[in-house]
């Protein structure tokens, strides 16, 4: 089945601390997004990439640090300079940059991430 | 400016009757995409709905439609016959400029919880 896949499903991280977030997709999907969500809020973008070995700043890009050295991978960092990160992070991806006509986003299961 | 706002909080709605879920947005660009996503407890996003900017007539998917009106910037979802399974968030999304540009990028609106009655 193809699909988007993050872990881990909950991380507990104290601070100080870096943690890394793992999205894996097997769609053959060039672009890939990382959206924060707060309790009961809307999603925040937070880093995209369009193609290999490139991405974005989103609106939200301080303190997380991300790579794209492969089409199907796209970890997110979230660095000690990241002030307050206890949120729900979660992965999408589109089919292409050029292709179809909607070219809805595709969504992982998210991961809950908790500061102690 | 918020882009995309959606005004009702939470909301119930009983099993087997209509409900609309209200969205409006701020765009300058002539060509954008508006999206619809529910999100259950569990977390993750399911895409329901699609309105292009250019499109001549509302979208339906199901038991989903959107009521687009350009004019006033709104594209409200009005889901159908309400079932148990229904109950999740909702989100209004909306995608800048024409198809590829800016990333295709997605801003968010706050959401809408439904809570559907037996």
């Known amino acids: 089945d193809g699909g988007i896949t993050q872990s881990p499903k909950y991380l507990f991280r104290k601070e100080g601390q870096n943690v890394t977030l793992s999205c894996e997709q097997n769609l053959n999907h060039d672009a890939m997004y990382w959206y924060r969500q707060d309790p009961g809020q809307g999603l925040r973008l937070i880093y995209y990439?369009?193609?290999?070995?490139?991405?974005q700043k989103g609106d939200i890009a301080e303190g997380y640090s991300v790579s794209r050295e492969k089409k199907e991978s796209f970890p997110l960092t979230v660095t000690s300079a990241q002030k307050n990160p206890t949120a729900f992070y979660l992965c999408?991806?589109?089919?292409?940059?050029?292709?179809?006509?909607?070219?809805?986003?595709?969504f992982g299961p998210g991961t809950r991430l908790t500061v102690l | 400016a918020q882009k995309i706002t959606q005004t009702q909080p939470g909301m119930f709605v009983q099993e087997k009757e209509a409900v609309t879920l209200d969205c409006t947005y701020d765009?300058?660009?002539?060509?954008?995409?508006l999206f619809w996503y529910k999100q259950p407890s569990s977390g993750e996003m399911i895409f329901l709905i699609y309105q292009g900017s250019y499109d001549e007539q509302n979208a339906t998917e199901g038991r989903y439609s959107l009521n687009f009106q350009k004019a006033r910037k709104s594209a409200n979802l009005v889901i159908s016959a309400s079932q148990l399974g229904d109950s999740a968030m909702y989100f209004c999304?909306?995608?800048?400029?024409?198809?590829?540009?800016?990333?295709?990028?997605?801003?968010f609106g706050g959401g809408t919880r439904v809570l559907v009655k037996p």
């Open positions: 990439s369009q193609i290999v070995n490139d991405f």
């Open positions: 999304a909306m995608r800048e400029g024409r198809l590829g540009a800016a990333g295709n990028k997605l801003t």
């Open positions: 999408a991806s589109s089919i292409d940059y050029w292709g179809g006509r909607i070219n809805e986003q595709f």
């Open positions: 765009t300058s660009d002539q060509s954008y995409g």
